[in-house]
């Protein structure tokens, strides 16, 4: 879908307030509602925008604690990718995993308690995910940025 500077803007101020109304949306963007809505869910359609959420503050929930993982495979088929995949989605404090190009195959983010926590998620997930060979964890001592908005310049 090509974006134009209405598009960007809907998606700009979406980004920062998800729960605006359509009204609110549409002054900001200087469109009628009607029109707002209709291009809003163009985008919706198109997978532009890809879903709402709230962000929870993971300390305030008990998740305090994030670990980066690396994880390499002893092999790197399609089936062990696959099946590695299928697995690492039932993990409940699993909330990224990405497949990456260098040393490790997949980057996992883990949201846990503390370090207890994160042993057991070590033992009775990560360390038992089909095909895993090496594991290495980074704790996160704090976030400098955590962000979920998309720059949306073209520049």
Same mark, same amino acid.
């Given at each position: 879908?090509?974006?134009?500077? =209405?598009?960007?803007? %809907?998606?700009?101020?979406? +980004?920062?307030?998800? /729960?605006?109304?359509?009204? $609110?949306? &549409? ?39 994030? =670990?980066?993982?690396? %994880?390499?495979?002893?092999? +790197?088929?399609?089936? /062990?990718?696959?099946?590695? $995949?299928? &697995? ?68």
């Amino acid at each position: 879908m090509e974006l134009d500077v =209405v598009d960007r803007a %809907i998606l700009g101020e979406l +980004q920062r307030n998800g /729960r605006m109304t359509n009204a $609110e949306l &549409a002054v900001t963007v200087g469109l009628s509602p009607s029109a707002t809505l209709r291009r809003t869910r163009a985008l919706e359609r198109a997978g532009v925008i890809d879903g709402y959420a709230a962000l929870v503050a993971p300390a305030a929930v008990g998740r305090g604690t994030t =670990v980066f993982v690396e %994880i390499t495979l002893d092999n +790197q088929s399609e089936s /062990r990718l696959d099946h590695f $995949e299928a &697995a690492i989605v039932d993990c409940p404090e699993v909330v990224a995993c990405h497949l990456m190009a260098g040393d490790a195959d997949y980057l996992v983010q883990v949201a846990c308690a503390d370090v207890a926590d994160y042993e057991r998620v070590h033992r009775d997930w990560l360390s038992t995910l089909p095909g895993v060979a090496r594991i290495r964890s980074s704790f996160a001592l704090r976030a400098v940025r955590r962000r979920t908005a998309i720059d949306l310049d073209p520049s």
